[in-house]
């Protein structure tokens, strides 16, 4: 029976989850999701994601792509996401819902993903849940040039949690680099693929660095030759946000 594919597009607050994919035993965003389709379609609804994220991480533009005989017309996904976002609790929002071609698949067509982590360089309230306070003195000029480092490099095993079963830990990364504002530092890193645990031991060290720790040729060494317990300690979760997920142009609505 021909199906059709749907993607969808949401945002989530990880604080209250074990990170985006289904587990046997602690609650998901993607458990969550599911759910709630499955509750609407009258139907058993599976959903695949544009990929993992850990624990109490969270994500501002995320897509999941879906399989389903029937074929909805606009106004039928407009009034989907009205009844998603009415049953789904607070923490979760759906953007969109949307037709793409069979083929389009929500992980392997996706061609980057932007990752920023969120640095509180002071005491600030409004930012406790969403960023990682830290006050101490960093050399930012040397954070800065380490982070470039970063793009010239295409192993990334050090970075990698140890005991996953990647095929390869290889990855390209198109932009590292720190934005700097009054009271935050919020650290930008753009790759084709992520390996688990990546970017916050790529924060966890590049903060090495600026403590004085680790220089930019110990940081050559532990790309080279390094291993995961060489590496900077993994910052918290709470700072991580996934930022966008892009797929080839006009795939999109409107292409944004």
Known sequence: MKTNRYFIHLAYDGSAYHGWQQQPNAITVQEVVEKALSL?????IKITGAGRTDTGVHARNYYAHFDCVRLFSTNELLQLVYRLNSILPRDISIYNVFLVDND???????VSRTYHYYICRGKNPFAQLYAWQYSGALEMESMKASAAILIANRDFACFSKSGTDNATSLCSVTESYFQETDDMLIYHV???RFLRNM?????GTLLDIGKGKLDSDG????LNMG?????????????LFLEQVDY???WLPNDY
């Open 190 to 192: 753009k790759a084709n």
């Open 199 to 203: 970017v916050r031991a790529m924060v």
């Open 104 to 110: 389009a698949h929500a992980r392997f067509s996706a």
């Open 219 to 222: 940081l050559l060494e532990l």
């Open 227 to 239: 291993s995961r317990s060489d590496a900077g300690e993994s910052v918290p979760a709470k700072g």
């Open 40 to 44: 609407i379609l009258s139907q058993k």
């Open 248 to 250: 080839p142009s006009g």
